[in-house]
DNA sequence: GGGTTTCTTGAGCGATCACTCAAGTATATA
DNA sequence: TATATACTTGAGTGATCGCTCAAGAAACCC
Protein backbone atom coordinates (compact mmCIF):
# COMPACT_ATOMS: atom_id res chain seq x y z
CA UNK A 1 0.00 0.00 0.00
CA UNK A 2 2.74 2.39 0.94
CA UNK A 3 4.72 4.71 -1.63
CA UNK A 4 8.20 5.25 -1.51
CA UNK A 5 9.73 8.78 -0.90
CA UNK A 6 11.51 9.76 -4.22
CA UNK A 7 14.62 10.83 -2.65
CA UNK A 8 17.36 9.60 -0.97
CA UNK A 9 17.32 10.78 2.75
CA UNK A 10 20.91 10.05 3.89
CA UNK A 11 21.93 12.25 1.05
CA UNK A 12 19.52 14.85 1.32
CA UNK A 13 21.32 15.21 4.80
CA UNK A 14 24.87 15.16 3.70
CA UNK A 15 23.65 17.68 1.59
CA UNK A 16 21.93 20.30 4.68
CA UNK A 17 25.04 19.35 6.21
CA UNK A 18 27.24 21.08 3.89
CA UNK A 19 24.90 24.18 3.43
CA UNK A 20 24.61 24.77 7.37
CA UNK A 21 28.23 24.25 7.46
CA UNK A 22 28.79 27.00 5.26
CA UNK A 23 26.34 29.32 6.07
CA UNK A 24 25.65 28.89 9.45
CA UNK A 25 22.10 28.74 11.53
CA UNK A 26 20.58 31.43 10.97
CA UNK A 27 22.14 32.20 7.84
CA UNK A 28 20.29 28.99 6.52
CA UNK A 29 16.95 29.70 5.68
CA UNK A 30 14.29 27.24 4.80
CA UNK A 31 13.85 28.38 1.29
CA UNK A 32 17.45 28.04 0.80
CA UNK A 33 17.01 24.06 1.97
CA UNK A 34 14.16 23.85 -0.21
CA UNK A 35 15.76 25.13 -3.31
CA UNK A 36 19.39 23.05 -2.98
CA UNK A 37 17.09 19.73 -1.27
CA UNK A 38 14.28 20.42 -3.99
CA UNK A 39 12.19 19.76 -1.94
CA UNK A 40 8.36 21.63 -1.42
CA UNK A 41 7.92 22.66 1.91
CA UNK A 42 5.49 19.66 2.92
CA UNK A 43 7.67 17.15 1.66
CA UNK A 44 10.17 18.69 3.95
CA UNK A 45 8.23 18.65 7.32
CA UNK A 46 7.23 15.41 6.11
CA UNK A 47 10.81 14.11 6.06
CA UNK A 48 12.48 16.10 8.97
CA UNK A 49 10.20 17.88 11.05
CA UNK A 50 12.43 21.11 11.44
CA UNK A 51 14.44 23.16 10.23
CA UNK A 52 16.42 22.17 14.26
CA UNK A 53 15.79 18.80 13.43
CA UNK A 54 17.41 18.58 9.99
CA UNK A 55 20.45 20.67 11.94
CA UNK A 56 20.61 18.28 14.45
CA UNK A 57 20.91 15.48 11.71
CA UNK A 58 23.82 17.11 9.93
CA UNK A 59 25.67 17.52 12.96
CA UNK A 60 25.26 14.49 13.80
CA UNK A 61 26.84 13.25 10.35
CA UNK A 62 29.35 15.49 10.61
CA UNK A 63 30.71 14.74 13.99
CA UNK A 64 30.24 10.68 13.20
CA UNK A 65 32.63 10.92 10.29
CA UNK A 66 35.17 13.38 11.74
CA UNK A 67 35.89 10.66 14.60
CA UNK A 68 35.39 7.96 11.84
CA UNK A 69 38.47 9.74 9.40
CA UNK A 70 40.27 10.07 12.23
CA UNK A 71 40.47 6.26 13.39
CA UNK A 72 40.89 5.32 9.79
CA UNK A 73 43.92 7.64 9.98
CA UNK A 74 45.28 6.10 12.74
CA UNK A 75 45.05 2.32 11.42
CA UNK A 76 47.35 3.87 8.11
CA UNK A 77 49.41 6.17 9.71
CA UNK A 78 49.73 5.02 13.71
CA UNK A 79 48.20 7.02 16.52
CA UNK A 80 51.26 9.88 16.23
CA UNK A 81 51.28 9.62 12.50
CA UNK A 82 47.20 10.25 12.04
CA UNK A 83 48.06 13.56 15.17
CA UNK A 84 50.67 14.50 12.82
CA UNK A 85 48.84 14.45 9.74
CA UNK A 86 45.35 15.91 10.39
CA UNK A 87 46.52 19.40 10.54
CA UNK A 88 47.63 19.10 7.00
CA UNK A 89 45.47 16.75 5.75
CA UNK A 90 42.18 19.72 7.31
CA UNK A 91 43.14 22.36 5.49
CA UNK A 92 44.17 20.59 2.38
CA UNK A 93 41.25 18.87 1.78
CA UNK A 94 39.36 20.89 -1.16
CA UNK A 95 35.95 19.37 -0.77
CA UNK A 96 34.81 20.68 2.32
CA UNK A 97 32.42 23.39 1.62
CA UNK A 98 34.75 25.66 3.95
CA UNK A 99 37.36 24.43 5.95
CA UNK A 100 36.53 25.83 9.75
CA UNK A 101 35.08 23.01 11.77
CA UNK A 102 31.28 22.99 11.69
CA UNK A 103 31.03 22.04 15.26
CA UNK A 104 32.94 25.20 16.17
CA UNK A 105 30.93 26.99 13.93
CA UNK A 106 27.55 25.93 15.43
CA UNK A 107 28.68 26.47 19.00
CA UNK A 108 29.67 29.92 18.66
CA UNK A 109 26.84 30.85 16.68
CA UNK A 110 24.41 29.64 19.83
CA UNK A 111 25.93 29.00 23.06
CA UNK A 112 25.14 32.41 23.69
CA UNK A 113 21.47 31.55 23.08
CA UNK A 114 21.52 28.85 25.20
CA UNK A 115 20.18 26.87 21.19
CA UNK A 116 20.17 23.19 22.02
CA UNK A 117 22.34 22.81 19.07
CA UNK A 118 25.27 24.27 20.46
CA UNK A 119 25.24 21.75 23.65
CA UNK A 120 25.06 18.87 21.06
CA UNK A 121 27.81 20.70 19.04
CA UNK A 122 29.83 20.98 22.63
CA UNK A 123 28.70 16.99 23.21
CA UNK A 124 30.27 16.03 19.85
CA UNK A 125 33.19 18.41 20.27
CA UNK A 126 33.44 16.22 23.48
CA UNK A 127 33.72 13.17 21.54
CA UNK A 128 36.36 14.35 18.95
CA UNK A 129 38.69 15.61 21.77
CA UNK A 130 38.25 11.80 23.86
CA UNK A 131 38.67 10.56 20.11
CA UNK A 132 42.44 12.88 20.39
CA UNK A 133 43.33 11.29 23.93
CA UNK A 134 43.22 7.87 22.65
CA UNK A 135 45.41 8.48 20.14
CA UNK A 136 48.06 10.66 22.80
CA UNK A 137 47.38 7.36 25.13
CA UNK A 138 48.33 4.99 22.22
CA UNK A 139 51.19 7.13 20.94
CA UNK A 140 52.58 6.97 24.61
CA UNK A 141 52.13 2.93 25.19
CA UNK A 142 54.17 3.31 21.70
CA UNK A 143 56.66 5.34 23.14
CA UNK A 144 56.05 7.92 20.71
CA UNK A 145 55.93 10.78 22.91
CA UNK A 146 57.03 11.28 26.63
CA UNK A 147 54.99 9.34 29.19
CA UNK A 148 54.92 12.32 31.39
CA UNK A 149 52.10 14.32 29.60
CA UNK A 150 48.61 13.92 30.47
CA UNK A 151 46.85 12.54 26.80
CA UNK A 152 43.61 14.93 27.92
CA UNK A 153 45.40 17.94 28.77
CA UNK A 154 47.68 17.21 25.19
CA UNK A 155 44.06 16.42 23.71
CA UNK A 156 42.42 19.55 24.43
CA UNK A 157 45.39 21.94 23.50
CA UNK A 158 45.56 19.94 20.23
CA UNK A 159 41.89 20.16 19.68
CA UNK A 160 41.85 23.73 20.54
CA UNK A 161 44.89 24.10 17.52
CA UNK A 162 42.95 22.73 15.30
CA UNK A 163 40.12 24.95 15.62
CA UNK A 164 42.08 27.75 15.10
CA UNK A 165 44.05 26.63 12.30
CA UNK A 166 40.71 25.46 10.53
CA UNK A 167 39.64 29.14 11.04
CA UNK A 168 42.63 30.96 9.97
CA UNK A 169 42.46 28.90 7.09
CA UNK A 170 39.68 30.59 5.56
CA UNK A 171 41.87 33.65 5.63
CA UNK A 172 42.85 34.41 2.15
CA UNK A 173 46.00 36.62 3.46
CA UNK A 174 47.23 33.61 5.82
CA UNK A 175 49.55 30.80 5.02
CA UNK A 176 47.69 28.01 6.84
CA UNK A 177 49.96 25.09 5.75
CA UNK A 178 52.68 26.91 7.55
CA UNK A 179 50.60 26.89 11.08
CA UNK A 180 49.57 23.44 10.18
CA UNK A 181 53.31 22.65 9.59
CA UNK A 182 53.91 24.48 12.78
CA UNK A 183 51.52 22.51 15.02
CA UNK A 184 52.52 19.09 13.49
CA UNK A 185 56.58 19.81 14.47
CA UNK A 186 55.33 20.44 17.92
CA UNK A 187 54.23 17.06 18.54
CA UNK A 188 57.79 15.79 17.92
CA UNK A 189 58.67 17.99 20.79
CA UNK A 190 56.36 16.15 23.57
CA UNK B 1 18.70 76.32 17.13
CA UNK B 2 19.77 72.82 17.27
CA UNK B 3 18.82 70.32 20.09
CA UNK B 4 21.53 67.96 21.34
CA UNK B 5 20.98 64.36 21.42
CA UNK B 6 20.00 63.05 24.63
CA UNK B 7 22.36 60.19 24.19
CA UNK B 8 25.94 59.09 24.19
CA UNK B 9 27.00 57.90 20.73
CA UNK B 10 29.86 56.30 22.33
CA UNK B 11 28.54 54.17 24.87
CA UNK B 12 25.45 53.29 22.07
CA UNK B 13 28.65 51.77 20.23
CA UNK B 14 30.17 50.06 23.24
CA UNK B 15 27.10 48.56 23.93
CA UNK B 16 26.59 47.65 20.53
CA UNK B 17 29.55 46.06 20.79
CA UNK B 18 28.73 43.87 23.53
CA UNK B 19 25.47 42.86 22.12
CA UNK B 20 26.68 41.92 18.75
CA UNK B 21 29.66 40.54 20.00
CA UNK B 22 27.82 37.95 22.22
CA UNK B 23 24.88 37.27 19.71
CA UNK B 24 26.48 37.85 16.48
CA UNK B 25 25.18 39.72 13.37
CA UNK B 26 22.00 37.65 12.02
CA UNK B 27 21.71 36.99 16.19
CA UNK B 28 20.84 40.66 16.74
CA UNK B 29 17.95 41.76 15.95
CA UNK B 30 16.76 45.90 15.47
CA UNK B 31 14.10 44.75 18.41
CA UNK B 32 17.23 43.80 20.48
CA UNK B 33 18.86 46.70 19.73
CA UNK B 34 16.34 49.13 20.46
CA UNK B 35 15.51 47.85 23.57
CA UNK B 36 18.82 47.59 24.91
CA UNK B 37 20.13 50.53 23.67
CA UNK B 38 16.88 52.13 24.44
CA UNK B 39 16.27 53.98 21.02
CA UNK B 40 13.19 53.91 19.05
CA UNK B 41 13.50 53.03 15.63
CA UNK B 42 13.34 56.59 14.28
CA UNK B 43 16.29 57.40 16.58
CA UNK B 44 17.90 54.58 15.61
CA UNK B 45 18.39 55.20 12.00
CA UNK B 46 18.90 58.85 12.60
CA UNK B 47 21.62 58.31 14.75
CA UNK B 48 23.27 54.91 12.82
CA UNK B 49 22.07 54.81 9.19
CA UNK B 50 21.75 50.80 9.24
CA UNK B 51 22.88 48.17 11.45
CA UNK B 52 25.33 47.29 9.62
CA UNK B 53 26.66 50.64 9.76
CA UNK B 54 26.79 50.64 13.70
CA UNK B 55 27.90 46.49 13.27
CA UNK B 56 30.91 48.05 11.67
CA UNK B 57 31.23 50.96 14.35
CA UNK B 58 31.14 48.17 17.05
CA UNK B 59 33.82 45.89 15.31
CA UNK B 60 36.56 49.45 14.62
CA UNK B 61 35.98 49.88 18.46
CA UNK B 62 36.75 46.58 19.29
CA UNK B 63 39.92 46.10 16.88
CA UNK B 64 41.22 49.27 18.06
CA UNK B 65 40.66 48.72 21.62
CA UNK B 66 42.18 45.08 20.89
CA UNK B 67 45.54 46.81 19.81
CA UNK B 68 45.91 49.49 22.07
CA UNK B 69 45.37 47.08 25.06
CA UNK B 70 48.24 45.21 24.07
CA UNK B 71 50.57 47.76 23.05
CA UNK B 72 49.95 48.32 27.02
CA UNK B 73 50.62 45.34 28.11
CA UNK B 74 53.80 45.72 26.09
CA UNK B 75 54.54 48.41 27.74
CA UNK B 76 54.77 47.13 31.33
CA UNK B 77 55.58 43.77 30.90
CA UNK B 78 57.76 43.73 27.89
CA UNK B 79 57.38 42.48 24.53
CA UNK B 80 57.35 38.76 24.90
CA UNK B 81 55.94 39.38 28.75
CA UNK B 82 53.09 40.59 27.17
CA UNK B 83 52.92 37.81 24.96
CA UNK B 84 52.98 35.55 27.58
CA UNK B 85 50.42 37.07 29.33
CA UNK B 86 47.62 37.83 27.21
CA UNK B 87 46.58 34.30 26.80
CA UNK B 88 45.79 34.01 29.79
CA UNK B 89 44.51 37.64 30.44
CA UNK B 90 41.95 37.33 28.06
CA UNK B 91 40.32 34.23 29.05
CA UNK B 92 40.20 35.16 32.78
CA UNK B 93 38.44 38.63 31.84
CA UNK B 94 35.24 38.63 33.52
CA UNK B 95 33.65 41.68 32.05
CA UNK B 96 33.83 40.80 28.36
CA UNK B 97 30.45 39.66 26.99
CA UNK B 98 31.90 36.76 25.71
CA UNK B 99 35.49 35.06 25.35
CA UNK B 100 35.65 34.09 21.64
CA UNK B 101 36.50 36.71 19.41
CA UNK B 102 34.61 38.91 17.54
CA UNK B 103 36.76 39.13 14.69
CA UNK B 104 37.01 35.71 14.64
CA UNK B 105 32.78 34.84 15.21
CA UNK B 106 31.93 38.06 12.53
CA UNK B 107 34.16 36.61 10.25
CA UNK B 108 33.41 33.06 10.60
CA UNK B 109 29.85 34.06 10.39
CA UNK B 110 29.75 36.46 7.30
CA UNK B 111 32.80 34.99 5.21
CA UNK B 112 30.46 32.65 2.89
CA UNK B 113 28.42 35.33 2.12
CA UNK B 114 30.78 37.79 1.05
CA UNK B 115 29.75 40.38 3.42
CA UNK B 116 31.40 43.43 3.57
CA UNK B 117 31.51 42.85 7.38
CA UNK B 118 33.81 39.71 6.96
CA UNK B 119 36.39 41.81 4.95
CA UNK B 120 35.95 44.34 7.53
CA UNK B 121 36.51 41.71 9.90
CA UNK B 122 39.60 39.95 8.06
CA UNK B 123 41.09 43.51 8.02
CA UNK B 124 41.07 44.34 11.41
CA UNK B 125 42.94 40.53 11.92
CA UNK B 126 45.63 41.48 9.72
CA UNK B 127 46.27 44.50 11.93
CA UNK B 128 46.42 42.79 15.28
CA UNK B 129 48.63 39.99 13.43
CA UNK B 130 50.79 43.09 12.65
CA UNK B 131 50.97 44.06 16.22
CA UNK B 132 51.77 40.53 17.65
CA UNK B 133 54.36 40.26 14.47
CA UNK B 134 55.88 43.58 16.03
CA UNK B 135 56.35 42.34 19.38
CA UNK B 136 57.87 39.11 18.09
CA UNK B 137 60.19 41.37 16.57
CA UNK B 138 61.26 43.69 19.21
CA UNK B 139 61.52 40.08 21.63
CA UNK B 140 64.38 39.22 19.24
CA UNK B 141 65.42 42.19 19.18
CA UNK B 142 65.84 41.96 22.74
CA UNK B 143 67.26 38.55 22.52
CA UNK B 144 64.15 36.94 24.31
CA UNK B 145 63.70 34.38 21.66
CA UNK B 146 66.33 33.10 18.98
CA UNK B 147 66.69 35.34 16.18
CA UNK B 148 66.31 32.27 13.76
CA UNK B 149 62.11 32.83 13.47
CA UNK B 150 60.51 34.58 11.03
CA UNK B 151 58.44 36.77 13.32
CA UNK B 152 55.40 36.96 10.78
CA UNK B 153 54.78 33.14 10.76
CA UNK B 154 55.56 33.22 14.74
CA UNK B 155 52.22 36.32 14.97
CA UNK B 156 49.82 34.11 12.25
CA UNK B 157 50.51 30.49 14.95
CA UNK B 158 50.24 32.47 17.93
CA UNK B 159 46.70 34.50 16.40
CA UNK B 160 45.88 30.90 15.42
CA UNK B 161 46.52 29.62 18.47
CA UNK B 162 44.65 32.12 20.54
CA UNK B 163 41.33 32.61 18.13
CA UNK B 164 41.32 28.19 19.31
CA UNK B 165 41.93 29.06 22.91
CA UNK B 166 39.29 31.95 23.54
CA UNK B 167 36.74 29.87 21.38
CA UNK B 168 37.59 26.46 23.68
CA UNK B 169 37.12 29.06 27.01
CA UNK B 170 33.75 29.12 26.19
CA UNK B 171 33.12 25.49 26.63
CA UNK B 172 32.37 24.69 30.00
CA UNK B 173 33.67 20.94 30.20
CA UNK B 174 37.26 22.73 29.14
CA UNK B 175 39.97 23.66 31.28
CA UNK B 176 41.19 26.80 29.21
CA UNK B 177 43.50 28.11 32.17
CA UNK B 178 45.82 25.08 31.24
CA UNK B 179 45.33 26.00 26.89
CA UNK B 180 46.51 29.33 28.02
CA UNK B 181 49.58 28.31 30.37
CA UNK B 182 50.62 25.63 27.69
CA UNK B 183 50.67 28.50 24.62
CA UNK B 184 52.56 30.84 27.16
CA UNK B 185 55.01 28.12 28.03
CA UNK B 186 55.64 27.04 23.68
CA UNK B 187 57.10 31.23 23.99
CA UNK B 188 59.77 30.06 25.89
CA UNK B 189 61.12 27.40 24.13
CA UNK B 190 61.35 30.01 20.92
C1' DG C 1 -7.99 -2.58 -12.15
C1' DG C 2 -9.82 -1.00 -7.62
C1' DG C 3 -8.76 0.60 -3.25
C1' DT C 4 -5.67 2.21 0.06
C1' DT C 5 -1.93 4.73 1.63
C1' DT C 6 1.72 7.59 1.26
C1' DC C 7 4.20 11.24 -0.96
C1' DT C 8 4.12 15.69 -3.45
C1' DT C 9 2.54 20.16 -4.27
C1' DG C 10 2.11 25.11 -3.39
C1' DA C 11 -0.87 28.61 -1.61
C1' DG C 12 -0.81 30.85 2.41
C1' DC C 13 -0.52 31.23 7.79
C1' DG C 14 1.00 34.53 11.69
C1' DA C 15 5.28 36.34 13.26
C1' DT C 16 9.23 38.78 12.69
C1' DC C 17 12.71 41.03 9.72
C1' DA C 18 15.15 45.70 8.67
C1' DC C 19 13.54 49.98 7.95
C1' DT C 20 10.53 54.59 6.96
C1' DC C 21 8.26 58.75 7.89
C1' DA C 22 5.04 62.11 9.45
C1' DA C 23 3.69 64.12 13.59
C1' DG C 24 4.91 65.66 18.19
C1' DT C 25 8.35 67.51 21.50
C1' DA C 26 12.21 69.74 23.41
C1' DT C 27 16.07 73.01 23.12
C1' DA C 28 18.89 76.08 21.05
C1' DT C 29 19.29 81.18 19.26
C1' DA C 30 17.41 85.77 18.65
C1' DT D 1 9.12 84.90 24.57
C1' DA D 2 8.95 83.58 19.66
C1' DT D 3 10.84 80.86 16.20
C1' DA D 4 13.73 77.70 14.04
C1' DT D 5 15.87 73.33 14.22
C1' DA D 6 16.87 69.40 15.64
C1' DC D 7 15.55 65.01 18.17
C1' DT D 8 11.90 61.55 19.65
C1' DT D 9 8.13 58.77 18.92
C1' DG D 10 5.65 54.62 17.24
C1' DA D 11 2.47 53.07 13.86
C1' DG D 12 3.20 50.94 9.78
C1' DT D 13 5.91 49.46 5.23
C1' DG D 14 6.84 45.28 2.14
C1' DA D 15 9.68 41.31 2.50
C1' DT D 16 10.97 37.22 4.49
C1' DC D 17 10.93 34.01 8.41
C1' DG D 18 9.69 28.92 9.80
C1' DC D 19 5.93 26.25 9.11
C1' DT D 20 0.88 24.13 8.00
C1' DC D 21 -2.45 21.77 5.49
C1' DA D 22 -5.79 20.39 2.09
C1' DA D 23 -5.87 18.63 -2.36
C1' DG D 24 -3.87 15.96 -6.11
C1' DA D 25 -0.59 12.37 -7.87
C1' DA D 26 1.73 8.08 -7.63
C1' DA D 27 2.88 3.45 -6.09
C1' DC D 28 1.86 -0.47 -3.50
C1' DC D 29 -1.42 -4.96 -2.31
C1' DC D 30 -5.22 -7.59 -3.50
Redesign the interface.
Same mark, same amino acid.
Given at each position: MPRKPSYDRDALIAQARDIFW???W??TSLKDLERELKLKPGSFYAAFGSKDTLYALALERYAQDGVASMRTLAEELGPLGALKAQPRRVIEASELP?K &?CML &??T???????DHDLAAQA?TH??SMKTCFADLFRRAQDAGEIAPDHDPD?LA??Y???????R??A??D???AA??AE??AA?LD?L
Open positions: RHGAGT &A &AKFAELQAKRMVRLRQSDLLGLLSERDVNEIDIDR
